[in-house]
């Protein structure tokens, strides 16, 4: 069966990075988008950053220029950069791999169909 298993998670001063990775087994991974979606206390789940199968890479406005989503399809793994991290960005970090082959990868929850277990991020002022 499918499993997604993040890690790289942790506890970092604002300004500091963090780097997540994601690897993938039972599925042919190079044929899938993934994306990394993230969730607050009392907050829902919300797009972070995605790559594509080709490798075109999508991110929400909050990240672009701070966060880096890249894949090693010999690995079977992807990856989130994160650099100049602030308070906000402090959250459950989830990745996920797309429901769908060969498509432009979605930014909404339901665009994906396996999860991993989540890594916590907390980000300290």
């Known amino acids: 069966q499918v499993q997604l298993v993040e890690s790289g998670g942790g506890l970092v001063q604002a300004g500091g990075s963090l780097r997540l990775s994601c690897a993938a087994s039972?599925?042919?991974?190079?044929?899938?988008?993934m994306g990394w979606f993230r969730q607050a206390p009392g907050k829902e789940r919300e797009f972070v950053a995605a790559i594509s199968w080709s490798g075109d890479t999508y991110y929400v406005e909050s990240v672009k220029g701070r966060f880096t989503i890249s894949r090693d399809n010999a690995k079977n793994t992807v990856y989130l950069q994160m650099n100049s991290l602030k308070p906000e960005d402090t959250a459950v970090y989830f990745c996920?791999?797309?429901?769908?082959?060969?498509?432009?990868?979605?930014?909404?929850?339901?665009?994906?169909?396996?999860w991993g277990q989540g890594t916590q991020v907390t980000v300290s002022s």
């Open positions: 996920a791999s797309d429901a769908s082959t060969g498509r432009r990868p979605g930014v909404k929850v339901s665009s994906y169909n396996y």
């Open positions: 039972g599925l042919t991974f190079s044929s899938y988008a």
